[in-house]
């Protein structure tokens, strides 16, 4: 993941530049040159995310959901594994969402500049309270349920205004593919696959002009903000800071509670021999941030260090790689209540159990690759009404956050597999030297 290393240091670089611009461009009245040269290229990486939300939960689902072609450990160790992953995914995004709303970091950022930036996405501010209206209007208990299922996939998909929809069909296309037989559905089956990685790999192209889009959008941004209040501008960043402690102290608490506390009741498995076991793939993933690029040595440490067998593995730890989010998930929870209290958008118990729902199922749709996280999160930005372009504050952190959400995933794909091997009779608890 070499490209994603330099990536990340241009992203860093067009952060600065974003906000050094920004400071320069108030300072010396270029608000209008920014807004007619600069912020143009901010909505062009705007929409390429757009672009490429559907095809990649479509894709990427739909193979995930398929590849349990065995229908018996589909029964047995697939609906276990399954099960568990939901679980502590929403156990994950539960303390994500405590930890912001007790935290509230983006209520460090004056009054006055939320209002700035709100009123820079006026637009959708208000199409988010004629949202907001509709919801309290005629709808019953549970509309949001028969909102999940389409009517016409093709406006779904296009309109980007309901992608719960979306990921509802791509689950039950994954299904029914699992119910054909094999002869008849490997055409399709390939289909997807080989979309999947073409989607993948537009991901990376799409990122390689992030620091481009990263500089648009904070210029324009800081533009707006700076042009009346230097000190909110400080503020702002320090806001930030207050969002990344928020986001890291929930990744420790997950590893430390949720995980920890499975290990430690529920398999014979000592805290000691498995972090110590697992550190190679910690490692691996903390710097690659790609739970795929980890998988070969996830698998490697789990058999030979934490004594999973191999027919555990190759099973759980693959699909975990493909619907394990939990580091993820819970950033993007913390991450969508920042940019709404940054904007000033309240987003109540509904909201948010929302972000819960979406998060949960879009997780398998998350792709272990770099930087896929925010483009699910765009996706729940959009369903939830909080302006999209929000995502330009934390883009420049985003990195550092990827490198440790990433160590979380993999920690817990090997938990479940360990949980699942011990349930199977199938771990060796014998004494391992690990590598």
Known sequence: MKWHKKLHNQIILGLVLGLVYGVVSASFG???????????????????????????????????????????????IGGKTIGIYIATTVVALIIGLAIVNLMRPGDAVPAEV????TAEYSAMAEERAEFATDAMGERGPLQAIVDMVPNNIFGSASSNRNMLQVVFVAI?????????????????????????????KIVEIIMKVAPIGVFALLADTFTQVSQDNLGGLW??????????VAVLLGLVLH????????????????????????????????????????????MEVAEKNLGVSEEVSSFVLP??????????????????????????????????????????????????????????????????????????????VDRILDMCRTVCNITGDATVATLVASSENQLDVAPQHTT
Do not use: C
Request: hydrophobic share 60%; aromatic share 8%.
């Open 255 to 298: 590893v430390s509670i949720t995980y920890t506390t499975i290990l430690k009741f529920l398999t014979p498995m000592t805290l000691k021999r498995f972090f110590l076991g697992i550190a190679p793939a910690q490692l691996v993933a903390f710097s690659t941030s790609s739970s795929g690029a980890t998988l070969p040595v996830t």
């Open 30 to 76: 270029w608000g209008q040159f920014t807004s007619n040269w600069i912020a143009p290229f901010g909505a062009i990486f705007l929409r390429a995310l757009f672009l490429i939300a559907v095809p990649l939960v479509l894709a990427s689902i739909i193979t995930g959901v398929a590849s349990l072609s065995d229908t018996h450990k589909l029964s047995r």
């Open 235 to 244: 503020q702002l960043m320090e806001a930030l800071g207050f969002y990344m």
């Open 319 to 396: 699909l975990g790689a493909t619907i394990n989010m939990d580091g993820t998930a819970l950033y993007q929870a913390v991450a969508a209540v920042f940019i709404a209290q940054t904007l000033g958008i309240a987003l109540g118990l509904g909201a948010q159990l929302e972000i819960i729902l979406l998060a949960v199922l879009a997780s398998i749709g998350t792709a272990a690759v770099p930087s896929a996280g925010i483009i699910m999160l765009v996706i729940i930005l959009q369903s939830v009404g909080v302006p999209a372009a929000g995502i330009a504050l934390i883009l420049g």
């Open 114 to 117: 939320q209002e700035q930036l």
């Open 172 to 200: 039950l296309f994954g299904i029914a593919l699992l119910m054909l037989p094999a002869e008849r559905a490997q055409p399709l089956l390939s289909f997807f696959e080989s979309l999947n990685d073409m989607v993948i």
